[in-house]
Structures are given as structure tokens and as C-alpha cells.
């Protein structure tokens, strides 16, 4: 079955930089975009950042453009999201998204509904 994976998160302190992971299975991606989303204590999951099949094209969430970059790597079938910068308020459980439905380069799918196959989340957690 199709299995998506996170890794990365961490406990760290205002500004610092994390790295996360997404190891997808059981199917390849290397055609369809893939997505970051998170979801703090008591608040809906939002939409962090996408990046088209070929890695192209990346849309992200207004408050972290600058400080966060999603890339891709399809030979690994893997998805990643470089986050500097960090601030209290970007502490939340990041989930990692695919979708098996084909979009053009130029589309940025940024709805939860959008997407079918979800990890099971990694947590970050910056302090002030």
C-alpha cells in the first residue's frame, strides 16, 4: 500500500533552520505535485507549500515565502521542505501530501481535498 513517511522534525529555538523529509512507497509520484501542510493545537490544517511533478513550479503559504523552499528529488520519490528562519508560530505537526490526479506545471494545488495519500505527520516546535 501506498505509505508516505516524514522525518525531520524537532524541538528548536527562534531562527533556527530544520530540514524535513517525505520517503514515499508503494507507488511513484514522479508525475503528480506534492505538497507540505501543517496543523497547530486547535486550528485547521493549512497549506504550507507544493511543488509540481517536475519541480518546476512551487506556490507557497504568504507568511513563510522567504524563509521556507520545497523541493524533490523523483528518482527517490521523495519531497522535502528546507525551513529557515523559524518562528513560534510555525510550531505545528507538518504533514506531508500526494496526489494521484494530473495537473498542469502552471496549476498549484493548494486544497486539503486536493490530495489523496497523507503521512502520518512530524512535529515542530520552535520556542521563543
Known amino acids: 500500500q501506498v505509505q508516505l513517511v516524514e522525518s525531520g522534525g524537532g524541538l528548536v529555538q527562534a531562527g533556527a533552520s530544520l530540514r524535513l523529509s517525505c520517503a514515499a512507497s508503494g507507488r511513484s509520484f514522479s508525475s503528480y505535485p506534492m505538497a507540505w501542510f501543517r496543523q497547530a493545537p486547535g486550528k485547521e490544517r493549512e497549506f504550507v507549500a507544493t511543488?509540481?511533478?517536475?519541480?518546476?513550479?512551487?506556490y507557497y503559504l504568504d507568511s513563510v515565502k522567504g524563509r521556507f523552499t520545497i523541493s524533490r528529488d523523483n528518482a527517490k520519490n521523495a519531497v522535502y521542505l528546507q525551513m529557515n528562519g523559524l518562528k513560534p508560530e510555525d510550531t505545528a505537526v507538518y504533514y506531508c501530501?500526494?496526489?494521484?490526479?494530473?495537473?498542469?506545471?502552471?496549476?498549484?494545488?493548494?486544497?486539503?481535498?486536493?490530495?489523496?495519500?497523507w503521512g502520518q505527520g512530524t512535529q515542530v516546535t520552535v520556542s521563543s
Open positions: 511543488i509540481s511533478w517536475s519541480g518546476g513550479s512551487t
Open positions: 501530501a500526494a496526489t494521484s490526479t494530473y495537473y498542469s506545471e502552471t496549476y498549484h494545488a493548494i486544497g486539503r481535498r486536493e490530495y489523496d495519500y
